[in-house]
């Protein structure tokens, strides 16, 4: 069982940043792809930034030109960052770090989420 660590949410200004992290507590299989969703209250759990293992990225619109989300594999581990900048209050909410690893069958983990609060 892969369990996904993360860490660097917090409380934050508007325009200010936020850098996220989330590790992998074991090796994980080659072909995944690691990325971090987000559920502000009341709302659905929406997918903001992806990072597959062969290098392909995909945002939301919303964050496109803000935020950039980058992996380290050198320690085998595989961690996600996610960079966030000119963050807005619309942008508060639990960010959560998500896995998804091999094909037929594809296994999917979550990490436990972290807060992050942007005032205005």
């Known amino acids: 069982q892969v369990q996904l660590v993360e860490s660097g949410g917090g409380l934050v200004q508007a325009g200010g940043s936020l850098r996220l992290s989330c590790a992998a507590s074991?090796?994980?299989?080659?072909?995944?792809?690691m990325g971090w969703y987000r559920q502000a209250p009341g709302k659905q759990r929406e997918l903001v930034a992806q990072h597959s293992s062969v290098g392909t990225t995909n945002y939301a619109d919303s964050v496109k030109g803000r935020f950039t989300i980058s992996r380290d594999r050198d320690n085998a581990k595989n961690t996600v960052y996610l960079q966030m900048n000119s963050l807005k209050p619309e942008d508060t909410a639990v960010y959560y770090c998500n896995l998804r690893q091999g094909a037929t069958p594809t296994y999917e983990y979550w990490g436990q989420g972290t807060q992050v609060t942007v005032s205005s």
């Open positions: 074991k090796s994980i299989f080659s072909i995944n792809t």
